[in-house]
């Protein structure tokens, strides 16, 4: 069984800066893109950030500049560096993997969510 977890959510004032981790952990045989997703209150699930296996990256326009992905791909772990957070930051945020479980019958990989952790900026 693949579980993706994430951790770090929390309330910040504007300006400030959070963490994100997340972490899958199973039966992987191997992990493909990790991303990041937002929704907020009302609004629909969007991208915020993504990173390949071979580190390519990209963002939302809204974030760019003040938001980093990295992954560390031994522990199956992606992060979420948030800086000069605004209160239209605020969402919850998601983690998304794409994993090939090492029992698969078909050799595709599925896509895995986690539970979401919140994020509020406000002072």
């Known amino acids: 069984q693949v579980q993706v977890v994430e951790s770090g959510g929390g309330l910040v004032q504007p300006g400030g800066s959070l963490r994100l981790s997340c972490a899958a952990s199973?039966?992987?045989?191997?992990?493909?893109?990790m991303n990041w997703y937002r929704q907020a209150p009302g609004k629909q699930r969007v991208l915020v950030a993504a990173?390949?296996?071979?580190?390519?990256?990209k963002f939302a326009e809204p974030v760019k500049g003040r938001f980093t992905i990295s992954r560390d791909n031994a522990k199956n772990t992606v992060y979420l560096q948030m800086n000069r957070l605004k209160p239209e930051d605020t969402a919850v945020y998601y983690c998304?993997?794409?994993?090939?479980?090492?029992?698969?019958?078909?050799?595709?990989?599925?896509?895995?969510w986690g539970q979401g952790t919140q994020v509020t900026v406000s002072s």
């Open positions: 998304y993997a794409e994993i090939l479980p090492d029992d698969s019958d078909d050799g595709v990989a599925h896509d895995y």
């Open positions: 199973g039966n992987i045989f191997r992990v493909y893109d």
């Open positions: 990173v390949t296996v071979d580190m390519i990256t």
